[in-house]
C-alpha cells in the first residue's frame, strides 16, 4: 500500500492533486486549490438499518404525490407541480425577479391549503411584508422570518412544520459547525446538505435561491448542483420585462422545459402565449427581416431576426455584432453567404439582432439569419408573410430540424403564408393536420432558398 501523503483538492469542485497547482485541472478556477492532510483507511463496521430494503413494487407512493403550485407556467417547467421532499434550487442574476416570484408560489402555495415557511437572510420580515403588499401575497398560512444562522432555521422548520420551504438565500447562511465565510463552498454545501436531509426526513419541498457569477453559472461548489434534485435558472433582460423559468436539471420531470414570465407594477404575470412578444407587426413587409420558430422545450416560440449591413469605414476588419444570438455560428452564416451565395460582406459591417430581447440558442436560426442578413443586403423584401427553418452546413446545405410539426402549426396558427423548409421535411409536414393558407417549400440548399426568395445577387 502506498504511503499516505498530504494531497490539495480543490474548495470549488472536490479536483483533488499530490501537489499543489494555482489552477484547478477540473473546473479551472484560480487560487481555490488548498491542502488537505490525507486520511488514513478505516474498516467500517456494519449496522443494522433502521429501515430495511423492500421490492420496489411494494415502496409506498402516496407521500411522493405532486402537488400543484397553481401557477400553470412554474408547473409546466416542472413537470406537473411539486413532489413532496424535493429540493429544489431557483438561480438568477441579481434584480431578475427570483424573491418576487417564489414570494407568489408561497402565497399561492398557502392559500391553497399548504403551510409555507420563507425564510430570508437578505431582507427584513417587514421588508418582505412590504412587498407582499404590493404584488398580493399576504396570507396567514405564510410564515415569515429574517435569519442568517442554520441551526435556528432549522429550529423555525421544527417549530412551523411547513409543507413548503423557501430560502433567500442559500449564500447567506452560514453555521458554525464549518469553516469558512457564508457564501464559501464549504459552508454552501453544508447548508444545502442539512436542508436537504430535513425535507427528505419530513416530505417537505424545499425551494433555495442561489446566486450566479459574472460568467453566468451558478455561484457554489458544482456539487451543490448534485445535491439537490431540480435546477432551475431564471432569465430575462433587466431592460425586458419579459422572463424565463428555464429547468436545467429535473429527476421528476423533463429537464428541457421552459415557462415564461412578465414583470409588472404588480409582480410576476404568467405569459401562457408568448408568441408575439419575440416578433414587430410590420404594416408593410422590411427588408432586413424574417421569422422562424424555435423550440424550447417541447413549446414552440416565434423569434424575429432582424439585420443590418453597411458599408464598414476600416474594410480590412469590418465589424460582426450579434444580440440574442451566438456569434460563432453567425459569423460561420455569413461566411456561407459569401462563398456559397456570392454576397459581398467582407467589406461590410454586419449586425444580427434579435427582437424582445429573445436569446436563441437553436440552429434552426440559421436559415433566417442567413436571409436577413441577403435581404438586408439587397434592400429587398418577400411580400408575403415568411418564415425560414433550417440549420445551414458548411457546404452551404440545409439540414432538417426536429419538431417541425409543431413549429408549421404554430406558424399557420398565426396566419403565416409561406413557410421555407430543408428538403426531406415533407414526411413530417404531412402530420399537421392543418396548415390553413401556409404554403411549405422544400430546399436543397441555402443558395436555392435565397433564388427562390428572389434573394441572390444579379436578379
Not at 407568489?104 to 418582505?128: F, H, M, N, P
Amino acid at each position: 500500500m502506498a504511503k499516505n501523503q498530504d494531497t490539495y483538492h480543490c474548495s470549488e469542485c472536490g479536483w483533488t492533486s499530490v501537489r499543489w497547482v494555482g489552477r484547478c485541472g477540473e473546473c479551472q478556477a484560480w487560487g481555490t486549490v488548498v491542502e488537505r492532510g490525507a486520511a488514513k483507511l478505516r474498516e467500517v463496521a456494519s449496522s443494522v438499518p433502521v429501515d430495511r430494503a423492500v421490492p420496489i413494487s411494494q415502496v409506498p407512493t402516496d407521500t411522493a404525490t405532486r402537488k400543484l403550485t397553481t401557477i400553470a407556467e412554474l408547473d409546466r417547467v416542472l413537470g406537473d407541480g411539486i413532489v413532496p421532499g424535493a429540493v429544489m434550487l431557483l438561480a438568477g442574476e441579481p434584480g431578475v425577479g427570483k424573491s418576487t416570484l417564489l414570494l407568489d408560489v408561497a402565497a399561492k402555495w398557502a392559500r391553497s391549503g399548504g403551510t409555507t415557511l420563507y425564510i430570508s437572510g437578505e431582507e427584513s420580515a417587514s421588508q418582505v411584508r412590504l412587498r407582499a403588499e404590493r404584488t398580493g401575497a399576504v396570507d396567514d398560512a405564510l410564515y415569515l422570518a429574517s435569519e442568517t444562522d442554520l441551526g435556528t432555521v432549522l429550529g423555525h422548520i421544527e417549530e412551523v412544520r411547513p409543507s413548503l420551504l423557501i430560502l433567500d438565500s442559500v449564500q447567506t447562511i452560514s453555521t458554525a459547525q464549518t469553516d469558512g465565510a457564508p457564501g464559501g463552498p464549504s459552508q454552501v454545501r453544508e447548508i444545502t446538505s442539512a436542508i436537504a436531509r430535513v425535507a427528505k426526513r419530513q416530505a417537505m419541498a424545499a425551494i433555495l435561491v442561489g446566486h450566479v457569477t459574472k460568467d453566468g453559472g451558478i455561484a457554489g461548489p458544482r456539487t451543490l448542483e448534485h445535491l439537490v434534485d431540480v435546477v432551475l435558472t431564471f432569465e430575462g433582460d433587466r431592460h425586458s420585462g419579459f422572463r424565463m423559468v428555464r429547468a436545467t436539471k429535473n429527476r421528476y420531470g423533463p429537464a428541457d422545459e421552459v415557462g415564461c414570465f412578465e414583470m409588472s407594477e404588480k409582480g410576476i404575470v404568467e405569459v401562457p402565449d408568448p408568441s408575439g412578444l419575440f416578433t414587430t407587426a410590420h404594416d408593410e413587409p422590411v427588408p432586413g427581416t424574417c421569422v422562424t420558430v424555435t423550440l424550447e422545450g417541447r413549446r414552440p416560440l416565434l423569434a424575429e431576426i432582424q439585420a443590418l449591413v453597411a458599408p464598414s469605414p476600416n474594410q480590412s476588419s469590418p465589424r460582426r455584432t450579434t444580440h440574442g444570438l451566438d456569434g460563432s455560428r453567425i459569423a460561420m452564416v455569413l461566411a456561407v453567404l459569401e462563398r456559397k451565395a456570392r454576397l459581398p460582406l467582407s467589406a461590410n459591417d454586419v449586425y444580427v439582432s434579435t427582437v424582445g430581447g429573445a436569446r436563441v440558442t437553436d440552429p434552426s436560426v440559421d436559415l433566417a439569419a442567413a436571409v436577413a442578413v441577403a435581404s438586408a443586403m439587397l434592400d429587398r423584401h418577400y411580400p408575403k408573410r415568411l418564415l425560414a427553418l433550417g440549420e445551414v452546413g458548411l457546404a452551404g446545405d440545409l439540414r432538417r430540424v426536429p419538431g417541425v410539426e409543431r413549429r408549421l402549426a404554430e406558424a399557420a396558427r398565426l396566419g403565416f403564408e409561406l413557410a421555407v423548409v430543408p428538403k426531406g421535411s415533407r414526411d413530417v409536414t404531412i402530420k399537421v393536420p392543418r396548415l390553413g393558407g401556409l404554403r411549405v417549400v422544400e430546399v436543397e440548399s441555402l443558395a436555392d432558398a435565397l433564388g427562390m426568395l428572389d434573394l441572390r445577387r444579379g436578379n
